[in-house]
């Protein structure tokens, strides 16, 4: 399967998918250590096309992808963040980063994505759960059937109380396997 990574950062998720046999044709990153740390340590596969603001005007610009997988800056929903009544207006730390991946979304329809958040995220908003709902609300639109569930990773070997909340989405038409709920 074919593999891009969105707001790469230290770019677990594309270290795990080519751990995996998976190829990953590019990576979307703007972090200067980060785009570092992958080259050197990681090993990371595929051309940074840097900024994805400057994709989402062209995404023609990106090679053939069966899978998105990435996880937007977290601050703009994090409870210990700079979170607002819309986190999507929150431009200098990256909240507007959901809508953009989704214009590349309606392009590319990979068959596959595989999205990460703070859980916070699922009280973000003027209401409990609107921001969540909207993006839940939004990746049906463009034509994906999603499941999700929170996750802790020290339910999973690792040595830090860290909860994040997965979405896994298909592409409406194509089989898609029930993933959640995943159990200690």
């Known amino acids: 399967m074919k593999v891009f990574s969105f707001f ?15 190829e990953q044709v590019g990576h979307a990153e703007i972090d200067y250590s980060s785009n570092l740390l992958n080259e050197e340590a990681h090993n ?3 051309k940074n096309y840097g900024c994805i603001r400057k994709i989402a005007v062209d995404p023609g610009i990106l090679p053939y992808f069966d899978c998105a997988i990435g996880g937007a800056p977290c601050p703009a929903f994090s409870q210990a963040g700079k979170r607002t009544e819309n986190p999507f207006d929150q431009v200098e730390v990256g ?34 759960g609107e921001i969540f709902g909207f993006m839940l609300n939004r990746l049906s639109e463009l034509g994906y059937d999603c499941q999700w569930q929170t996750l802790n990773s020290k339910n ?6 860290r909860e ?10 194509r089989s898609g396997a029930k993933i959640y709920p995943i159990t200690e």
């Not at 809508?99 to 859980?119: G, S, T």
């Not at 999973?156 to 109380?161: A, C, E, L, S, Y």
């Open 8 to 22: 790469s950062g230290m770019d677990n998720f594309g270290l795990g998918f080519r751990n995996q046999g998976h």
């Open 164 to 173: 994040r909340v997965f979405i896994v989405g298909h592409l409406r038409g």
């Open 95 to 128: 909240g507007d980063l959901f809508l953009h991946f989704c214009k590349i979304l309606e392009f590319h329809q990979p068959r596959i994505l595989v999205l990460e958040q703070v859980k916070g995220v699922l009280s973000s908003g003027r209401y409990k």
């Open 156 to 161: 999973f070997g690792v040595p830090q109380n």
């Open 44 to 46: 990371q596969k595929g």
